[in-house]
C-alpha cells in the first residue's frame, strides 16, 4: 500500500495541474502564445561572420513585397532569450492564415546564425470570446426593445444571428479573398469564423503549401547570399563544418591484392 500512495497523489497532482491550466488558458487564453511547432524549418551558420539583424530582417521584407505574396503579415515580434525576466530577441515573424514563419538571425559567440520555423497559431474559442458576444447581443436587444417591444426585438434579434452566420458562410465559400481577411482580423469573430464556418478548398491547400516552401527558401537563399557576400559559407545545422570537414570524408575501399 505504501508503495501506491505516491503514485495516487502525482496522478492527482497531474489531474489538478492539467484542469488549472486548461481552466485559465480557456478563461484568458495566456498559453501558446508561440503556436505549434511545424515540420519545414531550418537552422544554418557561418563561422567568424557578423551583419545586422535589422538589415536582414529588412532585405527579407523586400524580398516578399517585390513578389506581391497575397495575405501574407509581417511584424516584429520579440521573444525571452531564457525566462520572464531575461532578454528579448526580436523575431521578423511572416503570418498567413494561422500559419507563421520565424525568422531570426543572430550572433551566437563567434558564429552568426540564421534561423527558421514553422508554427502553427490555432484559434481558439475562450471564455471571455463568449461574454464578449453575449454582452454584444444583449446591447443590440436592449437597443430594440424601445422601439419595437420584446417580442419583435427577439425576432429581430435572431434574424440578425442567422444573417452573421450566413455571411460567414458565405466568406468561407467565395472564391474572393478580401471578405474572408476581414473576417480573420476582427477580434473574436475571426476565432468563430475558423472553427465554425471556415471551410478547407483545393486553392487554399495549394496556396498553403506554396507558403510554406516558398518562404522558407527565400529566406535561405538571402542568408546564403549575405554570407558570400563576405566571403563567408553558410553552413547547414548538423553538417560539419568547414575545420572538421575532412575527418568525416568517406574514404575510398582498399584495393585488395
Same mark, same amino acid.
Given at each position: 500500500?505504501?508503495?501506491?500512495?505516491?503514485?495516487?497523489?502525482?496522478?492527482?497532482?497531474?489531474? %489538478?495541474?492539467?484542469?488549472?491550466?486548461?481552466?485559465?488558458?480557456?478563461? #484568458?487564453? !495566456?498559453?501558446?502564445?508561440?503556436?505549434?511547432?511545424?515540420?519545414? $524549418?531550418? %537552422?544554418?551558420?557561418?563561422?567568424?561572420?557578423?551583419?545586422?539583424?535589422?538589415?536582414?530582417?529588412?532585405?527579407?521584407?523586400?524580398?516578399?513585397?517585390?513578389?506581391?505574396?497575397?495575405?501574407?503579415?509581417?511584424?516584429?515580434?520579440?521573444?525571452?532569450?531564457?525566462?520572464?525576466?531575461?532578454?528579448?530577441?526580436?523575431?521578423?515573424?511572416?503570418?498567413?492564415?494561422?500559419?507563421?514563419?520565424?525568422?531570426?538571425?543572430?550572433?551566437?559567440?563567434?558564429?552568426?546564425?540564421?534561423?527558421?520555423?514553422?508554427?502553427?497559431?490555432?484559434?481558439?474559442?475562450?471564455?471571455?470570446?463568449?461574454?464578449? /458576444?453575449?454582452?454584444?447581443?444583449?446591447?443590440?436587444?436592449?437597443?430594440?426593445?424601445?422601439?419595437?417591444?420584446?417580442?419583435?426585438?427577439?425576432?429581430?434579434?435572431?434574424?440578425?444571428?442567422?444573417?452573421?452566420?450566413?455571411?460567414?458562410?458565405?466568406?468561407?465559400?467565395?472564391? #474572393?479573398?478580401?471578405?474572408?481577411?476581414?473576417?480573420?482580423?476582427?477580434?473574436?469573430?475571426?476565432?468563430?469564423?475558423?472553427?465554425?464556418?471556415?471551410?478547407?478548398?483545393?486553392?487554399?491547400?495549394?496556396?498553403?503549401?506554396?507558403?510554406?516552401?516558398?518562404?522558407?527558401? %527565400?529566406?535561405?537563399? %538571402?542568408?546564403?547570399?549575405?554570407? /558570400?557576400?563576405?566571403?563567408?559559407?553558410?553552413?547547414?545545422? $548538423?553538417?560539419?563544418?568547414?575545420? !572538421?570537414?575532412?575527418?568525416?570524408?568517406?574514404?575510398?575501399?582498399?584495393?585488395?591484392?
Amino acid at each position: 500500500m505504501s508503495d501506491d500512495k505516491p503514485k495516487v497523489s502525482e496522478w492527482i497532482r497531474a489531474v %489538478l495541474q492539467t484542469v488549472i491550466r486548461d481552466g485559465v488558458d480557456f478563461v #484568458f487564453g !495566456l498559453s501558446n502564445k508561440r503556436g505549434e511547432p511545424q515540420p519545414g $524549418g531550418w %537552422l544554418s551558420y557561418a563561422e567568424n561572420f557578423t551583419c545586422s539583424s535589422q538589415e536582414f530582417y529588412e532585405s527579407v521584407e523586400g524580398q516578399i513585397k517585390i513578389r506581391k505574396l497575397p495575405g501574407v503579415e509581417i511584424e516584429r515580434i520579440q521573444f525571452a532569450e531564457g525566462g520572464p525576466i531575461s532578454d528579448q530577441r526580436c523575431y521578423l515573424r511572416l503570418m498567413r492564415e494561422r500559419l507563421a514563419i520565424d525568422i531570426c538571425a543572430a550572433p551566437f559567440g563567434t558564429v552568426f546564425f540564421f534561423s527558421c520555423r514553422v508554427v502553427h497559431v490555432p484559434a481558439r474559442i475562450r471564455l471571455w470570446h463568449l461574454a464578449a /458576444a453575449f454582452g454584444f447581443f444583449s446591447l443590440v436587444s436592449c437597443l430594440l426593445v424601445r422601439p419595437l417591444g420584446p417580442a419583435y426585438a427577439m425576432i429581430a434579434l435572431i434574424g440578425l444571428i442567422f444573417a452573421i452566420g450566413a455571411m460567414m458562410r458565405n466568406a468561407g465559400n467565395a472564391a #474572393f479573398s478580401d471578405l474572408d481577411a476581414l473576417l480573420l482580423k476582427i477580434p473574436v469573430l475571426c476565432t468563430f469564423y475558423e472553427d465554425w464556418f471556415r471551410q478547407e478548398t483545393y486553392y487554399r491547400s495549394d496556396t498553403r503549401q506554396l507558403y510554406l516552401e516558398l518562404l522558407p527558401s %527565400l529566406v535561405q537563399g %538571402l542568408a546564403e547570399s549575405a554570407c /558570400a557576400a563576405k566571403g563567408v559559407k553558410l553552413i547547414p545545422h $548538423g553538417q560539419p563544418s568547414p575545420i !572538421l570537414k575532412e575527418l568525416y570524408k568517406t574514404l575510398p575501399p582498399e584495393k585488395v591484392n
